[in-house]
């Protein structure tokens, strides 16, 4: 049986929309994208001293298991790593894998719920377009009810290019 996968996608660096955007359409290799989030420019959490991001999440429904769907990722942060990583930097793009159905794993290559997601406005506003109702399995609360609890002060504004499902 499929499950839905959302995934976290973010960019700081080059053409930060364009590779959100070709990374969602990539995800096509995982599955069917059932749905990307608008695009959020977002205040780097963490180094502050690094580029504003660009950041969105997109649902996939996916017969892959989850090692599997963490391949995809790397491979589409490989592919789209290549074209601007000249120096060292901030990444072009990451790819997190928020959730899986309503699966945990914990293995040494992955942890599912992602394990900073409920703490992260740059997640979690943009999860909730896709998925307001979707339970985290470990935390037992819905995503929108995770946004209400949200202490995180990091700015994060929607674009007004609405998502669209590649
Ligand atoms: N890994 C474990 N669990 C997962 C998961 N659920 N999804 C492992 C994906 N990968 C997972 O990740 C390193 C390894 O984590 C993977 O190979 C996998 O085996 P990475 O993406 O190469 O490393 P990273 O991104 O440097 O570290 P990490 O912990 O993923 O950093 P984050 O949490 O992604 O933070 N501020 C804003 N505004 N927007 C951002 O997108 N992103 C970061 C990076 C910091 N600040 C940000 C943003
Ligand atoms: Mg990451």
Redesign the pocket.
Known sequence: MPVIAYIGL?SNVGDREGNVRRAAAFLAGAGRVAGLSSLYA?????NREQPG?I?AVAAVETSLDPGEL?AV??SIERELGRERTVRWGP?TI????LLYGDRTVSTD????P?P?MAGRR?VLEPLAELAPGAVHPVLRRTVVELLRELQDP?AVVRLGTAGTTP
């Open positions: 973010g977002t205040e780097p959490v963490g991001f950041n963490l990722c790397r990444r990451d790819l997190d894998i290559e992955l942890t599912i992602h900073l740059f990091h």
